[in-house]
């Protein structure tokens, strides 16, 4: 395919994300699902407890040892406690009974609770998708900020702070199509997008690569 406008708010490639604030978790949750069936057609979500290196901090003892009997890893191998799907209410009950938890002096906390999905976007302007989201149209090709072309994703992270990360590639989309799309995410999303993380990837004469350039959505200053 010719192009695909990406936006890489705050990547998740390296392990930024959207804060949201003092939302509670339940709320935060409630609010990725809301956008998730608001604007997307997502893949099963992988949701786990994680225990992540926390400088000058560790996982308490007692917590640790509830987490892994109620949610065992298939692996001692493995570092994430997975939590099926079906099981998240009572995942997240048990994140909101070890609140508050301690931080560190970047406000990190020892146990973490992600939730993860890729997914294709609805069509703003009708039903269906968004055409051509589909990576191989692309080559597979993947931006320096770790975006593939053609595939979007988003995980929600809950610890002491909330974030949502949200990467997202447009196939095709010119800036009138920008004009509907953004203002349509704005409103499903619980934080603001950066109007600084949006590029058009644009396919080099040779067609063996795409170019990158910096764009602001509702200004037509590329196409």
């Keep these: 395919m010719e192009s695909a406008v990406v936006y890489d708010g705050l990547p998740i490639s390296s392990g930024g994300a959207h804060g949201l604030g003092h ?3 339940r709320d935060a949750l409630a609010a990725w699902l809301s956008f998730l069936e608001a604007c997307t057609v997502a893949s099963p979500i992988e949701s786990y407890f994680d225990f992540p290196a926390t400088p000058g901090l560790t996982v308490d003892g007692e917590v640790a040892r509830l987490i892994e009997h109620q949610f065992p890893r298939s692996s001692s191998r493995l570092k994430r406690f ?3 799907w079906e099981r998240m209410e009572a995942a997240l009950s048990l ?3 070890i609140e508050p938890q301690p931080t560190n002096q970047w406000g990190m906390a020892p146990v973490w609770l992600w939730c993860a999905a890729d997914f294709r976007l609805r069509s703003p302007i009708g039903p269906g998708l968004w055409p051509g989201q ?3 149209l692309f080559g597979d090709f993947q ?3 770790g975006v593939t072309l053609g595939a979007s ?3 929600l992270v809950l610890q002491a702070k909330r974030s949502l990360g949200l990467s997202l590639s447009i196939p095709m989309a010119t800036d009138a199509d920008l004009d509907l799309i953004a203002p349509w995410l704005q409103a499903a999303l619980p934080m ?3 109007s600084k993380r949006w590029t058009r990837w644009t396919l080099t004469r040779d067609k063996r690569s795409y ?3 910096k764009i602001v959505p509702g200004t037509r200053a590329s196409r």
């Design 23 to 25: 939302t509670s978790a």
């Design 153 to 155: 994703s988003t995980r």
């Design 143 to 145: 931006t320096p900020t």
């Design 134 to 136: 589909d990576p191989d």
């Design 82 to 84: 997975p939590v099926p």
């Design 95 to 97: 994140f909101e009974s």
């Design 211 to 213: 170019r990158g350039r």
């Design 192 to 194: 603001t997008l950066s």
